[in-house]
T-cell receptor
């Protein structure tokens, strides 16, 4: 069965600090990986995704993530955060099995608070 | 192309009543997910549906909860005889026929409050 683990539940940063949010998944086969963001009171929106090719993927708003297959990781990074990045961030995985792609499974989320 | 539409946005039910949550997927999307979100618990998978077919319902409680996605019309998540513990935000997501890189698009959610 596939699962996702996000290491940090709460992160507090000052503006301009660098961000790295950890994500590890458990699945032995081919995976598609996603990071979603949920701003306060809003629905989830896709930040970026990986499904093949260059393991370093770039998303919207200056975010990027690196897929490291040997570590089963897909950490999210941003060199310099802004107050407007305050939100909850979710890592998600979808594995490929013999019957096709499995359901999309989410981690518990990381709440990021950025102080001006 | 309208996004994923969920209604109602807010639903209040008394204990023992039924709750019906609706989700209209984006045009061209044939797959629907339902998730439940509780504070500090992230998004819990409930059910994954294709039109007229349940693909995976491993996250659905065995009793009182059911979901459908008919050939015509929205997907419905139905909770019978609601209890206080059912209070949560319920999110629906839709996606095209699944393939590499297909992403899920989320609705605004329905906040269910059981009083």
């Amino acid at each position: 069965a596939q699962s996702v683990s996000q290491h940090n539940h709460h992160v507090i940063l000052s503006e301009a600090a660098s961000l790295e949010l950890g994500c590890n998944y458990s699945y032995g086969g081919t995976v598609n990986l996603f990071w979603y963001v949920q701003y306060p009171g809003q629905h989830l929106q896709l930040l970026l995704k990986y499904f093949s090719g260059d393991p370093l993927v770039k998303g919207i708003k200056g975010f990027e993530a690196e897929f490291i297959k040997s570590k089963f990781s897909f950490n999210l990074r941003k060199p310099s955060v802004q107050w407007s990045d305050t939100a909850e961030y979710f890592c998600a995985v979808k594995g490929l099995s013999s019957g096709g792609y499995n359901k999309l499974i989410f981690g518990a989320g990381t709440r990021l608070a950025v102080h001006p | 192309n309208a996004g994923v539409m969920q209604n109602p946005r807010h639903l209040v039910r008394r204990r023992g009543q039924e709750a019906r949550l609706r989700c209209s997927p984006m045009k061209g999307h044939s797959h629907v997910y339902w998730y439940r979100q509780l504070p500090e618990e992230g998004l819990k998978f409930m059910v994954y549906l294709q039109k007229e077919n349940i693909i995976d319902e491993s996250g659905m409680p065995k009793e009182r909860f059911s979901a459908e996605f008919p050939k015509e019309g929205p997907s419905i998540l139905r909770i019978q005889q609601v209890v206080r513990g059912d209070s949560a935000a319920y999110f629906c997501a839709s996606s095209p026929p699944t393939g590499p890189g297909t992403e899920a698009f989320f609705g605004q959610g329905t906040r269910l409050t059981v009083v």
